[in-house]
């Protein structure tokens, strides 16, 4: 009987959430509008460390300000990304005009090779690190 519950509960248990998988905590905050991620921050804050009206007022607006700051530097970090992207697009073409189909070939092994490296260095970082 015991064996039986068991493997009732194990079954029960490795299936599938009916809603699916759960976002993310980034992800949620992510789809928030900064106001709304300040006024979150805030409530947690107001609740964990019981602060006063005006306390609450003062934090939220710092909130905010940190959020809007927060922000603007990932716009930022977006727009680099892509004027990056469109840089070494424009590379590579140029460099489609000038090598043979034969060197072309090798150089797109060579760089394939490199972001290889690249990759399993940033897995044995975040191996070092613990995540």
Same mark, same amino acid.
């Given at each position: 009987m015991f064996l039986s519950v068991l493997l009732a509960s194990g079954l029960t248990l490795a299936q599938p959430s009916p809603r699916g998988p759960k976002p993310s905590k980034k992800a949620k905050?992510?789809?928030?509008?900064?106001?709304?991620?300040?006024?979150k921050m805030t409530?947690?804050?107001?609740?964990e460390l019981d602060l006063t009206a005006d306390q609450?007022?003062?934090?939220?607006?710092?909130?905010?300000?940190?959020?809007?700051q927060q922000e603007a530097i990932r716009m930022k970090s977006e727009a680099l990304k892509a004027e990056r992207k469109?840089?070494?697009d424009a590379q590579r073409a140029k460099m489609?005009?000038?090598?043979?189909?034969?060197? &072309?070939? *090798?150089?797109?092994?060579?760089?394939? !090779? %490199? &972001?290889? *490296?690249?990759s399993e260095?940033?897995? !044995? %970082?975040?191996?070092?690190m613990g995540r």
């Open positions: 905050m992510e789809n928030l509008t900064p106001e709304q991620r300040a006024d409530a947690k804050m107001k609740k609450e007022k003062q934090v939220k607006a710092a909130n905010l300000e940190f959020v809007q469109a840089l070494v489609k005009g000038i090598l043979t189909p034969e060197q &072309q070939a *090798k150089a797109d092994q060579m760089m394939q !090779e %490199r &972001q290889e *490296k690249r260095k940033r897995r !044995e %970082r975040r191996q070092s």
